[in-house]
């Protein structure tokens, strides 16, 4: 039977009571679900599972998307690859929420701890609602309405600058020209209003000037990060955390390297913020 940990008492759930290599029924999934709402991660410990059982989990809340800059497990191509090791340091160290570059962000991704470094490669995690519901009812006001641009190629910008990665991510940057989001979106399952900006991806905010925009933006991504907004997941093997996309970021711990790490991960096709 299904229960859950809360982590903080702001974000994050343990789930235990699950075996998710056996079939995924109709009212574990209407759990999972409303799990998902309430706690935004949700965190699954001993779950020696394959990627055909990852991709049945990922296929109970909606269609996978493949991420257009990692590669794949051989066949299964919504699975990404996340590999770091001595040759391949990691680059992203930068608070985020997923793919804010395109017109419909995901929904959520689910991540496999695959290898796991001997200490570190932890990763933390930050509830855009509860960001949201701690700022001024000044500073509420100010952003409701507001959009922001959110850039491909902003994001990736090291991995573009390195040789051979203008021509390795044409198609990616060319099919993901800079897009606007609201600051202020509303959850479409909860209907909470989240803090919808992150570092990694959001680039300016819409229709006021440059030093604004720059010193609104800093204060906001200063405020998501706080403790109190946070949790954290230490991996262990057969870990596996689901987050919500629509409602969290996140951000990696490189105090690994160059220790190998290895993680699988399946991003859900999401909806247009609004």
């Keep these: 039977m299904l229960q859950l940990q809360p982590v903080t008492a702001t974000i994050g759930?343990?789930?235990?009571?699950?075996?998710?290599?056996?079939p995924i029924t109709d009212a574990l999934s209407d759990a999972l679900h409303a799990a998902l709402a309430e706690h935004q991660v949700l965190i699954f410990r001993d779950q020696h599972i394959d990627p055909a059982h990852h991709l049945a989990l990922a296929l109970r809340f909606g269609d996978p998307v493949a991420h257009p800059a990692y590669p794949t497990v051989p066949g299964f191509p919504v699975v990404n690859i996340l590999e770091n090791n001595e040759a391949k340091p990691?680059?992203?160290?930068?608070w985020h929420t997923d793919m804010t570059f395109m017109e419909r962000p995901p929904l959520g991704s689910i991540?496999?701890?695959?290898?796991?470094?001997p200490a570190g490669g932890d990763t933390l995690f930050a509830s855009l609602g509860a960001a949201y519901q701690s700022l001024s009812d000044r500073m509420q006001r100010y952003l409701e309405g507001l959009e922001a641009y959110h850039s491909f190629a902003h994001g990736f910008r090291q991995s573009l600058a390195e040789p051979g990665g203008p021509e390795r991510l044409a198609h990616a940057v060319r099919d993901?020209?800079?897009?606007?989001?609201?600051?202020?979106?509303?959850?479409?399952?909860?209907g909470a209003k989240q803090l919808f900006v992150n570092r990694l991806f959001t680039t300016h905010l819409v229709g006021v000037g440059e030093r604004e925009s720059a010193a609104v933006l800093a204060y906001l991504y200063d405020h998501l990060e706080i403790p109190e907004h946070t949790c954290r997941v230490r991996w262990r093997p057969g870990t596996i955390a689901f987050w919500d996309n629509r409602a969290t970021m996140h951000r990696p711990v490189n105090d690994f390297w160059p220790?190998?790490?290895?993680?699988?991960?399946?991003?859900?096709?999401g909806d247009k913020p609004i």
């Design 176 to 190: 993901n020209p800079p897009r606007r989001h609201p600051v202020i979106r509303t959850h479409p399952v909860s």
């Design 90 to 94: 990691p680059k992203i160290d930068t």
């Design 259 to 269: 220790a190998v790490r290895i993680m699988q991960r399946i991003t859900i096709a």
């Design 13 to 22: 759930a343990e789930v235990l009571g699950v075996d998710l290599t056996q």
């Design 111 to 117: 991540l496999r701890a695959i290898t796991i470094p």
